[in-house]
């Protein structure tokens, strides 16, 4: 079928569809590549999801379900010949149920729409991303995403109580439970939770909903080690005062690079220490918020060897302080391209795994002094390269040993919140252990005989 023949039919499934030239025009997100396909599609329920997909699997086209387009492994990209299941017409929340703390969410619907939803009834969905604007439910699903809150509420794997999906041969599983307690056999719906659209396509969401606090205090701390930030966020997790929301660790070479990208004043903020804690507290009232934040930094001070501090006197100071931490972005700008990786180490071997690195990818190239930050409290570290790159996958080859060597065995893991797309598939095939590898191939087989959705993303298409 050539592409005009293609449009004209899929413009019977639905009227929402872009060709390829139209969408040269649009913005196709983080990676260039996601609007590689011949045509995307944007279907207005769940109705005509299920005829696409039939319309897909009858003609033997590869179908790439994409929510914002926030990815940063490439589990959206797309090439001529597929076909883009744009969910954001389902964009809507359908329900929130203040007693059981429950929403019921359209796939397509952003991470900031739930939240306002939710903060309207005084809850708040448990899980926030820098990306919260674009970000859309039914992706932070796929790629079970996790954001500066999971240390205290889990990824979104956790949140979800139930979902619906469409299955490659256009059934629907159906399991909107709303419950938090359910032992009835096979809790199929993980299945789906990181999967990024290999297994079905995700139409609707019950999430788990918590109170909100009334208000929040945020500071920035200079400390000597990733240990001294964790002994400041051990106190913090044993206040009764207030609720320790936001952990965030930036290393100094980081925060500098960024204040400078920022414009930042000189002097404006604390940076003169080999590590910065972002702490957020959150309280009933802003003026307890701060009195707990300040409180319980005078009386860690001297245990944790705390270097410098400010507790921000105002939103827009608190926001400086997020800026510094959320546009990484301009990390981006500074360098073409270059090399990024998202990690967990457990908790006690922060200190000795960033030591590690630093060395190890010094012996690759004396140039290389990595730009390091990341979630501590759960132990999830973002690390990118100061080159321009893209490097040489050998050279990528290399610097994933560096990084990845022995993480598994420890405890942790190679990719902590980006999911695997194609960026990290031959890490994934080379680090995660091979019995998975072969029970993921088989549940793919299953499910997916044709490999029909999003093919070659997490596992290989061969």
């Known amino acids: 079928m050539n592409d005009t023949t293609l449009i004209t039919e899929l413009r019977k499934v639905t009227g929402k569809v872009w060709d390829q030239a139209e969408l040269a025009g649009r913005d196709p997100g983080f990676d260039q590549r996601n609007f590689g396909a011949s045509a995307l599609v944007r279907p207005a329920d769940i109705a005509e999801v299920v005829a696409l997909v039939g319309f897909c699997a009858a003609h033997g086209l590869s179908l790439v379900a994409q929510g914002g387009r926030t990815g940063l492994t490439g589990a959206a990209s797309t090439v001529p010949g597929q076909i883009i299941c744009d969910l954001g017409a389902m964009n809507r929340v359908e329900e929130i149920d203040p007693l059981a703390r429950v929403a019921i969410v359209q796939a397509g619907t952003p991470l900031s729409t739930l939240q306002e939803a939710a903060l309207a009834q005084?809850?708040?969905?448990?899980?926030?991303?820098?990306?919260?604007?674009?970000?859309?439910?039914?992706?932070?699903?796929?790629?079970?995403?996790?954001?500066?809150?999971?240390?205290?509420?889990?990824?979104?794997?956790?949140r979800v109580l139930g979902l619906e999906a469409v299955l490659p041969d256009g059934s629907v599983f159906s399991d909107l439970t709303r419950v938090l307690k359910t032992s009835a056999g096979y809790d199929l719906k993980h299945l789906f939770i990181g999967a990024e659209g290999t297994l079905g396509i995700v139409t609707r969401v019950a999430l788990r909903l918590d109170p909100v606090a009334g208000a929040s205090?945020?500071?920035?701390?200079?400390?000597?080690?990733?240990?001294?930030?964790?002994?400041?966020?051990?106190?913090f997790l044993g206040s009764t005062g207030a609720s320790l929301r936001a952990a965030e660790i930036l290393w100094h070479r980081f925060a500098i690079a960024m204040n400078r990208m920022l414009g930042f004043a000189p002097g404006q903020l604390p940076l003169d220490a080999p590590c910065l804690l972002v702490l957020e507290l959150g309280a009933d009232s802003i003026e307890g918020a701060t009195s707990a934040l300040e409180d319980g930094l005078a009386a860690i001070w001297e245990e944790?060897?705390?270097?410098?501090?400010?507790?921000?006197?105002?939103?827009?100071?608190?926001?400086?302080?997020?800026?510094?931490?959320?546009?990484?972005?301009?990390?981006?700008?500074?360098?073409?391209?270059?090399?990024?990786?998202?990690?967990?180490?457990?908790?006690?071997?922060?200190?000795?795994?960033?030591?590690?690195?630093?060395?190890?990818?010094?012996?690759?190239?004396?140039?290389?002094?990595?730009?390091?930050?990341?979630?501590?409290?759960?132990?999830?570290?973002?690390?990118?390269?100061?080159?321009?790159?893209?490097?040489?996958?050998?050279?990528?080859?290399?610097?994933?040993?560096?990084?990845?060597?022995?993480?598994?065995?420890?405890?942790?893991s190679f990719s902590a919140e980006h999911g695997v797309g194609i960026e990290k598939r031959d890490a994934y095939e080379r680090?995660?252990?091979?019995?998975?590898?072969?029970?993921?191939?088989?549940?793919?087989?299953?499910?997916?005989?044709?490999?029909?959705?999003?093919?070659?993303?997490?596992?290989?298409?061969?």
């Not at 992706?139 to 240390?151: E, K, L, Q, Y």
Request: proline share 5%; charged share 20%.
């Open 122 to 158: 005084g809850l708040d969905p448990g899980i926030d991303l820098a990306a919260r604007g674009s970000c859309t439910i039914g992706g932070m699903v796929s790629t079970n995403a996790g954001g500066i809150m999971a240390f205290r509420n889990g990824t979104m794997r956790h």
């Open 217 to 235: 205090a945020t500071a920035l701390v200079g400390v000597p080690a990733a240990a001294s930030a964790q002994r400041i966020v051990r106190h």
């Open 304 to 412: 944790a060897g705390i270097i410098d501090g400010l507790v921000a006197s105002s939103q827009a100071q608190a926001s400086t302080i997020w800026r510094l931490r959320e546009e990484t972005e301009m990390i981006e700008r500074m360098h073409h391209l270059p090399p990024s990786f998202d990690v967990s180490v457990p908790g006690g071997d922060i200190d000795a795994y960033v030591a590690r690195i630093e060395a190890g990818l010094k012996r690759i190239d004396a140039s290389y002094a990595p730009y390091v930050f990341g979630h501590l409290a759960d132990g999830n570290l973002h690390i990118s390269i100061n080159t321009d790159g893209p490097v040489s996958h050998a050279l990528h080859e290399a610097i994933e040993d560096v990084l990845y060597a022995d993480l598994r065995e420890s405890g942790g």
């Open 431 to 462: 680090y995660a252990d091979p019995v998975k590898q072969a029970m993921a191939r088989a549940i793919k087989g299953v499910i997916d005989p044709s490999n029909m959705l999003n093919p070659g993303k997490v596992i290989s298409s061969e």
